[in-house]
């Protein structure tokens, strides 16, 4: 841990609450965490970003995308935030964090620039460590 | 006789009376003209042989009875001569008759000289030779006749006298065997030259058994001509007889080479004929104009299992399949009536043992010169085995087909079970092992508390998504489930009922119209299951306003059978949830409280019995979804 870094903005768009708690609790112990943003589905996410999309200090530096979610799932997302991604006045890394571990997910991230990663659940303190400090 | 001037010429002896008799009761005409023919004397047989009496022949000239044709004739040959003196032939010419006809006389004229060799008088003898003449003619009608007929049949006649070793050929047997008519002929050139050696012993038996049995014969044999060349004859022999003995042999020689040839060919393709249809492996059939049997081959009989003369008293009708009796039926009268030729087609026979059998059938018209139809050949082919093999194929293809598609909506099916295993199974099971780690490294009670209610919660979350696969799995694993004759309505109301409340609360009007086709066989269970998740979301996602309407109607359409469900609820966006409505776990509504279950559950009931589902709806219209409860057989072609 570099505890010279930046303390990092955070979302994570994920349904499973669980995991979020999980996800929540982990990436305090990196305590390379300013602030951490959750929504349940990616229609929430989306309507945050647009909203503070001139605001560099609130658009976050990672945004941790789940694949599968009701309403607006992470490829959904990933199509709407393409549209005013421009726009935006900061541009974060985002990871797909899934716990499918099918090739076609795999390979479907690998296609979108957008996408700087696939990250597969369960996710360790190490992983997010390495991601919020860039050490990847 | 009476006194004529210049009749006292003659000096007439005391036998002048004798003379007198003998000229008059001549059946000759006798005739004294003057030197220009001028008629002085004409016997009385005038009269029998022309009609005219001697008086009114005297003084006229001959000519105005000579036929017109003859008269120049007789003024040159015989006028003429006689008149300078000199001796004459006879002439033959017509005559003129009283009654118009002419008589052929043959008339010998001889002059009268005086003592100083002038020619006083001439004298005529005439006799009637038109038997003779007619005779004579017809003979030559005869002998042109017989001598066309000899050249044209090629027939020529022979003797052969034994006694005399003397051989006779006609001018025809020369032209036929090509020699020279002037060399004449004899015996040992004959054998030695013309006779074909192979043959010629045939020919000499036949010539002893006429000279010594005097029957006659005819053989057919041959013959080498002067140049060479082998052709085929019929000689004739019969004995000829001189005092009751035998004397020899005559007869006729025909050249038969061209219908020998013509006989051969005959021969030759009658017996092709003959080998194509006995030998061929397909039937053969000679069919007239009533489509009876003429002739048929062992391998058409064979095909039918009959013999060959069991069915020559039927007709074709007689042993074609009942049902198949019209087909061919307006070809084969196209033939009879000379409208085609020839025709194709395929059709079922009956065997003997009554089971069917497919042959393909070419008919070819043969008729005369005249058009008239003669009989019409058929060949007729086995293909039984070849439909029996077709039929297999297309089965096998349709299984093929059909083990493909199903093998598809399988590979679809595990794709599908590995997007449940990844998403909805490996996510809680991550979370546990992470609890499970977060649980050994907690520092205090109250966070191993929480853990452990995380820990439940996610376990039971586990354990709720692992029955639900294992629910689905049951279903598709056993798609044989007991089906039965089920009355839509009356699953249908059993399922409203459980949705009363609601219906009330909501004031839902739902329509149920089964009247298109009212039941099916099918899993009661199922149905009842389709029913109740397809009401149930109609209701879930029911729009604020209007008041909900909920259509269910069943109907069939191009051999599916169709379950119809439409509302005018929210609808969804299928744009953005097409691929995923029927996916485990997918929600598209806030506020709801659906787990995502129902539409999964359903689409696996349905397809587990080859049905299908489709979805149409827009967004704040309403949803409508076409169930295909049973799809059309393929097999069924």
Request: proline residues 3%.
């Amino acid at each position: 841990m570099n505890s010279l870094s930046k303390k990092q903005k955070l979302i994570l768009v994920d349904d499973d609450a669980i995991f979020v708690e999980i996800a929540k609790r982990t990436i305090e112990k990196t305590g390379a965490v300013e602030s951490l943003k959750v929504f349940p589905d990616g229609e929430g996410a989306i309507s945050f970003l647009k909203e503070h999309q001139s605001e560099p200090d609130i658009i976050p530096d990672f945004i941790f995308l789940d694949i599968n979610m009701p309403f607006m799932d992470g490829w959904q997302f990933l199509d709407e935030y393409a549209n005013f991604v421009n726009a935006l006045s900061k541009k974060p890394e985002i990871y797909m964090v899934s716990s499918s571990v099918d090739d076609s997910d795999l390979r479907r991230a690998k296609e979108i620039p957008l996408v700087k990663d696939y990250i597969v659940k369960p996710v360790s303190l190490d992983s997010f460590k390495k991601i919020l400090t860039n050490q990847l | 006789m009476e006194e004529r001037p210049g009749q006292e010429k003659i000096k007439l002896d005391q036998n002048q009376d004798l003379y007198r008799v003998l000229i008059e009761t001549s059946r000759e005409l006798i005739c004294l003209h003057d030197p220009e023919g001028i008629y002085l004397y004409v016997n009385p047989i005038i009269e029998t042989l022309t009609g005219f009496k001697p008086e009114e022949m005297l003084g006229r000239n001959p000519y105005d009875f000579i036929h017109p044709d003859d008269r120049e004739r007789i003024l040159i040959d015989s006028h003429n001569p006689a008149k300078e003196g000199k001796p004459t032939v006879a002439m033959q010419y017509r005559f003129l008759k009283k009654d118009g006809d002419y008589v052929w006389f043959q008339t010998l004229t001889q002059p009268i000289k005086n003592k100083e060799g002038k020619v006083t008088h001439l004298n005529t003898t005439s006799r009637d030779v038109t038997d003779q003449v007619q005779l004579t003619e017809s003979l030559q009608q005869e002998k042109k006749f017989s001598s066309i007929m000899a050249e044209l049949a090629k027939v020529g006649a022979w003797e052969s006298n034994l006694e005399t070793g003397i051989l006779y050929w006609s001018s025809e047997i020369y032209k036929i065997l090509e020699r020279d008519p002037s060399l004449g002929i004899d015996r040992d050139t004959v054998y030695q030259k013309y006779s074909y050696s192979e043959d010629l012993e045939k020919l000499r038996e036949n010539n002893l058994r006429v000279y010594q049995k005097g029957e006659t014969y005819s053989v057919e044999h041959r013959m080498v001509t002067g140049t060479g060349r082998v052709i085929w004859v019929r000689t004739q022999g019969k004995p000829a007889y001189s005092d009751g003995r035998i004397v020899g042999v005559y007869g006729a020689m025909q050249d038969i080479t061209l219908s020998k040839l013509v006989e051969e060919e005959i021969r030759l393709s009658e017996k092709k004929f003959s080998e194509a249809f006995h030998s061929s492996g397909n039937g053969i059939i000679l069919l007239d104009r009533n489509g009876h049997f003429l002739e048929l081959n062992q391998s058409f009989a064979k095909m039918l299992g009959y013999e060959p003369d069991e069915l020559l008293f039927k007709s074709f009708q007689d042993v074609t399949y009942p049902e198949d009796l019209n087909v061919g039926a307006e070809a084969f009268r196209k033939i009879i009536d000379g409208e085609r030729d020839s025709a194709q087609f395929a059709k079922r026979y009956l065997h003997k043992k009554g089971h069917i059998v497919w042959v393909f059938i070419t008919g070819v018209a043969v008729r005369k010169d005249s058009g008239e139809l003669m009989f019409i050949v058929s060949q007729i082919q086995d293909i039984s085995r070849k439909r029996i093999l077709e039929n297999i194929l297309r089965e096998k293809n349709a299984r093929l087909r059909s083990v493909g598609n199903h093998l598809k909506e399988r590979i679809s099916q595990l794709e599908e079970f590995n997007q449940i295993v990844s998403h909805n199974m490996r996510s809680p099971i991550g979370n546990i092992s992470t609890l499970v780690k977060f649980l050994e490294e907690a520092e205090t009670e109250k966070e191993r508390v929480e853990y452990m209610e995380y820990l439940k919660t996610t376990s039971d979350q586990l354990l709720t998504t692992l029955n639900e696969i294992v629910e689905v799995i049951k279903i598709r694993q056993s798609p044989k489930v007991v089906s039965e004759e089920i009355q839509f309505e009356s699953v249908f109301s059993r399922v409203k009922a459980m949705f009363l409340g609601q219906i009330l609360e909501y004031e839902a009007e739902i329509i149920a119209d089964f009247s298109e086709s009212p039941s099916i066989v099918y899993p009661q269970v199922y149905l009842e299951s389709i029913f109740l998740n397809l009401l149930s979301n109609s209701l879930k996602y029911r729009s604020e306003s209007p008041h909900p309407v909920i259509r269910f109607r069943t109907y069939w359409s191009h051999g599916n059978h169709i379950l119809e469900v439409q509302d005018n609820g929210l609808g969804i966006d299928l744009n953005k949830h097409g691929d995923q409505i029927f996916k485990l776990h997918k929600r598209f509504h806030r506020n709801t409280d659906g787990r995502g279950l129902g539409l999964f559950m359903t689409k696996n009931q349905i397809e587990s019995l080859g049905g299908e589902i489709q979805v149409e709806s827009t967004p704040g219209q309403g949803t409508k979804f076409i169930i295909h409860l049973s799809k059309a057989n393929e097999f069924a072609i």
